[in-house]
């Protein structure tokens, strides 16, 4: 995401600071989102892929042995397929200079790829990552994930609110608004449908990942990503932004990560104890 959406509100009672954009490449860091009610887990790396900082990541997925990624801002918007095996690109479609790209999904054989205020859907085939129809939708796009189970997409604005869409017409048939403790989790970004049923988000300008329950909205874990950040040097974290792209190694309890302009992908795992050597 590159600016804040207008409807999107502040959850001031559950995240005490704020990290602008800019300042993501500083020392500054936001506190992480505690609560009471849900376990706190932390990113345990497990392996690092360095990689070209070239990616604004907004969509991260991993469908069979190929990872997907759109990336954002006008005029340098792109999609791109690469290898998970040896993480070399195999193809890249740029979009249209007037389109800001936002979140990807594989949904059997159709590559979607959302837009953030351009109100378009494009339909792509996974395989050449060539475009074969547009549909339109109201509202901002930042996040797109696909339910397998339930045959659907889910997708996120900015706000609290997660919409679940019709994979074949991209029609709106339901929503659910996420909640921790009650409040409403505002800034949910990038998305991952898990195999686990649960949706991972990240919060837009923190280094928070929660994992929420489709059913109901709740927030069921709050998992802390900066042991990730930590890991970087100064000169590698110099021209990152914030934390940003996240996609299951499916099978696995494995997931990776990554952040906007990062030099770095990591696979992790998530857990209740921080390894040794990180904080």
């Known amino acids: 995401m590159g600016a804040m959406t207008a409807s999107a509100r502040t959850y001031a009672a559950i995240v005490t600071s704020l990290l602008a954009v800019s300042a993501c490449s500083s020392s500054t860091q936001p506190a992480p989102v505690t609560s009471d009610s849900v376990p706190a887990l932390t990113t345990e790396i497990v392996r690092e892929y360095d990689r070209g900082d070239d990616a604004f990541t907004q969509g991260f997925e991993i469908d069979g042995d190929v990872l997907y990624e759109g990336t954002g801002l006008e005029g340098s ?31 059997g054989d159709t590559l979607w790829q959302i837009t953030w205020q ?29 339910q397998t189970p339930d045959d ?5 604005d900015g706000s609290s609110t997660l919409t679940f869409r ?19 989790v505002e800034r949910l970004n990038e998305l991952e449908c898990a195999d686990d049923g649960s949706v991972y988000a990240n919060v837009w300008q923190t280094f928070d990942i929660m994992r929420i329950d489709p059913a109901t909205g709740t927030v069921t874990a709050v998992i802390d990503g900066t042991p990730l950040w930590n890991s970087m040097s100064a000169t590698e974290r110099g021209g990152a932004d914030v934390f940003n792209g996240i996609a299951q190694i499916p099978g696995t309890d494995r ?7 990062w030099p770095k992908i990591f696979e ?12």
Do not use: H
């Open 77 to 107: 918007s792109f999609v791109r397929r690469t290898s998970l095996e040896t993480m070399t690109e195999l193809d890249r479609v740029d979009l249209p200079t007037d389109l800001f790209g936002e979140g990807i999904t594989v949904d």
């Open 118 to 146: 351009d109100g378009v859907a494009i339909a792509r085939d996974p395989n050449t990552l060539a475009e074969r129809r547009r549909v339109n939708y109201d509202g901002e796009g930042w996040g797109l994930c696909t």
């Open 152 to 156: 659907r997409l889910v997708m996120s």
């Open 166 to 184: 019709d994979p074949t017409s991209f029609d709106v048939e339901s929503t659910v608004n996420v909640t921790l403790d009650g409040n409403p």
């Open 255 to 261: 997931f990776l990560v990554t952040g906007k302009y």
């Open 268 to 279: 992790v795992r998530f857990t209740d104890t921080a390894p040794v050597g990180q904080n």
